[in-house]
């Protein structure tokens, strides 16, 4: 049997299918919310668990989690951020819904996200701006969404669409050359074509 990494913080997830899935790739103990209606018993547990540990905010990489995530970062601000992506989300086997879901990523995608933990800045100085994204393509073009999901993978920060790029980007941190960074060998054939 392998030696799972024992992880500090509690995760905070959707579903029980979900803890699962996280307890076959790492030791960690679970707050569900039990899907996207978040109840304010949740809400409680989750910032009495990040006074005492520290949370991990690790939902789905799709509207319903993407909600979630919201409403558990606006009750905790300092909540660490984990992210997979929609492929590594995807059900494995086919099914009309193609599913997406943390129970679908396998141990090691969970394992590299949670290794990848992103912590949001409570003062925050970026030099990202919406020109400096314009220029770079992330925000309109033809490849402007294949941009955004390169920018989200190599920061480890999930695919946001354009309205709300900058403001994840400024939420963590991130500088203009880490973003330069994340797109080198993606401009040059998004650009040309």
Known sequence: ???RQRINEVIIVEGR?????IARAVIADT???GGSAVNQDAIDRAKLAAKQRGVII????DFNGQRIRHIMSEAIPT??????TQ???RASHDNPHKSLGIEHASPDDIINALRH???PRLTVSSDIDQSFLLQQGLLSGPNARERRVVVGEKLHIGYTNGKQLIKRLNAFGIKRTQVEEALKGQMQSGKNN
């Open 79 to 84: 909540a660490k951020q984990a992210y997979i």
């Open 87 to 89: 492929d590594q989300a």
């Open 1 to 3: 049997m392998i030696n």
């Open 17 to 21: 299918s979900d803890t699962q899935s």
């Open 58 to 61: 690790f939902t789905d990489p």
């Open 31 to 33: 707050i569900e919310t």
């Open 117 to 119: 933990i992103i912590t």
